[in-house]
């Protein structure tokens, strides 16, 4: 899919990809080897605020799937600044996605439907990913959601 298209697809959706967060612990956001590229687990935020909470006790599921949306959105922030353009993106080969719930929270992959449709509506056919979704106790700084991906690219 070539930049251009991709570019307008952003702003048809309304997404203006942020800076790409930092590291916050002894990582890197993201490590390309061969033709893939690894992104860490990416937090929601907000408007810079981190969504806290747990999925199921205090994190609806709507304000969960906005949650993964955002993880979705510093994904292609931080695949853009390691690639330089998203127009390197082969494939979306898997996302994995944490979502801090309560023991009863079953809804996991309906949280996780927030980055999956982001993505998949802003790369088209290259968006369209394996995936994994579960529940955790708890996540890094109070996150109610962490989503991580693997990437296919192509050559510079």
Excluded: W
């Amino acid at each position: 899919m070539n930049g251009d298209v991709i570019s307008e697809r952003l702003t048809q959706l309304g997404v203006t990809l942020p800076d790409a967060a930092a590291a916050v612990a002894s990582y890197v956001p993201a490590l390309q080897t061969g033709n893939m590229l690894y992104i860490s687990g990416q937090l929601p935020f907000v408007d810079g605020v981190l969504k806290k909470g747990r999925l199921g006790h205090d994190v609806s599921l709507d304000e969960g799937v906005a949650a993964a949306r955002a993880c979705g959105i510093m994904i292609l922030a931080q695949a853009q600044k390691a690639l330089g353009s998203l127009d390197r993106i082969e494939r979306i080969v898997k996302l994995g996605a944490f979502v801090a719930s309560s023991s009863d929270f079953t809804d996991q992959p309906a949280v996780a439907n927030g980055a999956s449709e982001l993505i998949a509506d802003v790369l088209g056919e290259a968006g369209r990913h394996t995936r994994s979704a579960v529940g955790v106790a708890a996540l890094p700084l109070g996150a109610c959601v962490e989503i991580d991906a693997i990437c296919m690219v192509r050559p510079n």
